[in-house]
């Protein structure tokens, strides 16, 4: 039963059209806006702002960064603020775009530099920058940074957008054509079935998503490279001011796993929706409406409660990247884990649904 439905919901014409696009779109986002986008910098032997892009943008970056690689110390902050002087030393009298590409190629170690000083200018001791890391490691991370910016943009838009559109037939679709009088009828028509169908629509939106993933490892890697597995995430300007301690590496892992529980939760959403609704049409609309409501709005400054509340629904645990740029907590616990337990329980509470509206299911004829 389950290698029927999960045959059926790969040949439907939109999952497979919506997947091959996500490929193609992937690679467009890549190339003309991240690996071939140019980026400026001050050239020094003509006195004017320059672009680079591709490898020669990659190897200019990965310079930069090995003359601050290693542990974070007082004395690779002062270094950091000496590069920035020599910089606006360099483009003095010059037009602004030549002040600004002379350290625009320092700005991951310019954010680093603008969280640690006081307003007062003066430098805060490490450890109380970062209260929860024994050390910060700086280091180039291009590739794993851009991965995972990737990951919580278009990936998390495109998997948000295979779920809805892939599952939410799965029920509906059969009680528009009427077959669900056939099925329902079968032995284990409103039993086993119902268990089988949520098990192969999770066992293909995770597949998918895993063949994305590899698709971004080799994209990523191939031309970036897989440095910086092991550097902090505070390397990058997005997680400067972070607290958390980890690195590249475990932020990847830790995003893989919340994405695919992120996954699981909006399939059982869609299901049951799928479930409750009289036609896919119906059931796509409500699907999408519900998965995509929590970041249409914005309530941090009018109610700042309903907005952290918004922010541990499904469709931000595939946009988690966001959740390490700054730490937050629910009554002291930390979000990752929050999200975790909430999008637990909703996979739970609605497969329990999702049996129980099939099985009242009535057949209309």
């Known amino acids: ?20 696009a996500g490929v193609i779109l992937t690679l467009a986002y890549f190339f003309f806006l991240q690996f071939n986008y140019a980026s400026v910098y001050y050239d020094y032997d003509t006195g004017k702002m320059s672009t680079v892009s591709g490898f020669a943008a990659v190897e200019q970056r990965k310079e930069i960064a090995g003359l601050f690689e290693g542990e974070l110390t007082q004395d690779t ?5 000496q590069k920035l002087n020599e910089a606006e030393n360099a483009t003095k009298g010059r037009d602004e775009n030549s002040v600004f590409a002379a350290t625009h190629v320092y700005r991951d170690q310019a954010a680093i530099l603008e969280y640690v000083t006081n307003p007062d200018g003066s430098l805060k001791e490490l450890q109380v920058a970062y209260p929860n890391s024994k050390s910060v490691i700086l280091g180039y991370c291009d590739g794993w940074d851009l991965m995972l910016s990737g990951m919580g943009g278009v990936l998390s838009l495109l998997m948000c957008l ?6 939410s037939p799965v029920f509906a679709e059969e009680y528009s054509s009427h077959t669900d009088s056939v099925i329902c009828a079968a032995r284990y028509g409103k039993t086993k079935l119902v268990t089988a169908k949520v098990i192969a629509s999770l066992e293909t939106v995770v597949g998918m998503y895993i063949v994305y993933l590899f698709f971004y490892a080799v994209l990523y890697g191939g031309f970036y490279g897989f440095d910086g597995w092991n550097v902090s995430i505070q390397s990058s300007l997005h997680y400067a001011s972070s607290t958390y301690a980890i690195t590249f590496l475990q932020m990847f892992l830790i995003s893989v796993a919340l994405n695919i529980l992120g996954i699981m939760a909006l399939t059982v959403i869609t299901l049951f929706l799928s479930a409750r609704m009289g036609s896919p049409v119906s059931a796509l609309i ?11 709005f914005d309530f941090t400054d009018s109610i700042p409660i309903l907005q952290k509340m918004q922010e541990i629904c499904p469709i931000f645990m595939l946009h988690i990247n966001g959740v390490f740029a700054a730490m937050k907590t629910y009554a002291g616990i930390i979000q990752p884990i929050i999200m975790i337990v909430f999008n637990l329980g909703i996979g739970v509470v609605f497969y329990v649904l999702i049996k129980k509206t099939f099985k009242r299911h009535q057949v209309i004829a």
């Open 1 to 20: 039963m389950i290698k029927a439905e999960r045959t059926k919901i790969m040949l439907r014409k939109p999952t497979k059209i919506l997947f091959i």
């Open 77 to 81: 902050l002062e270094r950091i603020q």
């Open 286 to 296: 409500i699907s999408c409406i519900v998965s995509f409501l929590p970041v249409l």
């Open 162 to 167: 295979l779920v809805v559109i892939a599952l």
